[in-house]
């Protein structure tokens, strides 16, 4: 590891055959000498490179290397290069400790010894390496801290994204349950009414209009079952891509009109009334069963939150569009809940409403969007609700 850090070597003297001499004393296939005649070519390098250590002649005319050192551990870049000065001046000039002073790190004599030259520089080197490798591992810890730093968000998120869809899940199979178990109980109450009629041979409960009010009651029952089956079928198509939308030209104003013929018994139940409003036909190419869909869906949340006041149903084109809007008086949805009525499994908490899936709106705007359309709501607490679906013509 530390054999792959290419060391940069300095050594600056007035004299070329010092440099030769030295460079050819300290240099190796892993270790670059650049060579400075004078301090300004010197500090030229210095600001070009970064060196594992110079060498520094101290007597050289203009700038000595005392000085050059000063001017080195006065800048940010050069502040921590180890300096050794040499020097041919006698022992009694006590230029070691002005070179110390200087911020020298080792003072050498010459003639130089070659043996001390060698080992000065090559701890010298191999510190440098192992700083630059600490530095790069600093360095690649951080990076790992960071990348982990990440990974650990990204997890968190997960985690909080699973926990999310193990609560919906439950959530759902509980309302599943709940709502399902609704007609099963009525089917199970009129079986268990039936059988103890015919346990004391009453006739009488079996009167032609008694088995029709039976046959309806049974078909309401078997009727909301099979649309919470297939809601959650619709669920299952709109998440794999399976949605399928098989366009035929048909009135709009003909189909929702029908519909509301068929709705007659719901609405009774729940004591309201519904007035239809178009003045033409509306014809264009959608899927009339999907649509169809839609309209049920807005009507049958119209009737279950609307507080057993009027509904209105209007149909009518406009800018090049379709539009259905269902308008109800009751309890009416917040800012808030307006955001999310649309998404899977909401449904507008109410006590006095009945409670549902909760995909309703959401498989609706998922076929709207299927047929390029859009659907909206305008609402305020307590002052109702209006549905628009918009449907390119």
Not at 46 to 56: G, K, P, S, T, Y
Not at 70 to 93: C, D, H, Q, W, Y
Not at 145 to 156: A, T, V
Not at 197 to 205: E, I, W
Request: glycine share 4%.
């Amino acid at each position: 590891m530390l054999s792959t850090v290419h060391a940069k070597l300095l050594i600056v003297d007035d004299l070329p055959e010092n440099l030769l001499a030295l460079e050819a004393l300290i240099k190796r296939e892993d270790r670059m000498v650049f060579k400075a005649l004078s301090a300004d070519e010197a500090l030229s390098l210095l600001l070009q490179h970064e060196f594992a250590m110079a060498i520094l002649d101290v007597q050289m005319p203009g700038m000595n290397g005392f000085e050059l050192a000063e001017l080195m551990r006065g800048t940010e870049k050069t502040k921590n290069i180890p300096i050794i000065f040499v020097s041919a001046a006698g022992r009694e000039l006590n230029y070691a400790f002005k070179g110390y002073e200087s911020g020298a790190v080792d003072f050498l004599h010459k003639p130089l010894d070659i043996h001390a030259v060698k080992s000065k520089v090559n701890v010298f080197v191999d510190l440098y390496r192992q700083s630059k490798a600490m530095k790069l591992q600093v360095e690649a810890l951080e990076q790992s801290r960071r990348e982990q730093e990440i990974l650990l968000q990204k997890l968190q998120a997960t985690q909080n994204e699973l926990e999310q869809a193990v609560r919906m899940r439950d959530d759902f199979m509980s309302i599943v349950a709940h709502e399902v178990r609704t007609p099963l109980n009525g089917l199970i109450l009129e079986t268990q009414l039936r059988k103890m009629h015919l346990a004391r041979d009453n006739a009488q409960a079996f009167t032609l209009d008694k088995m029709h009010a039976m046959v309806d009651r049974d078909e309401r029952q078997i009727k909301s079952l099979i649309r919470l089956i297939e809601d959650m079928l619709d669920v299952s198509r709109i998440r794999t891509g399976k949605l399928s939308i098989r366009t035929s030209r048909f009135d709009l104003v003909q189909l929702v009109e029908n519909l509301l013929q068929n709705f007659a018994p719901q609405v009774e139940a729940a004591e309201s009334s519904v007035t239809f409003t178009a003045l033409q036909p509306v014809e264009g190419s959608w899927d009339e069963f999907r649509i169809e869909q839609v309209v049920s869906n807005l009507l049958t949340n119209a009737l279950r939150y609307g507080s057993k006041k009027p509904i209105q149903v209007t149909v009518y084109a406009q800018d090049g569009e379709a539009r259905v809007e269902v308008r109800d008086h009751g309890i009416g949805i917040s800012e808030e809940n307006q955001k999310r009525i649309f998404q899977q499994f909401e449904r507008v908490s109410d006590k006095t409403a009945a409670a549902g899936l909760g995909l309703g709106l959401f498989i609706s705007e998922q076929i709207v969007a299927a047929h390029g359309g859009s659907i909206s709501v305008e609402s305020r607490i307590n002052e109702g609700a209006l549905f628009r679906v918009c449907l390119p013509l």
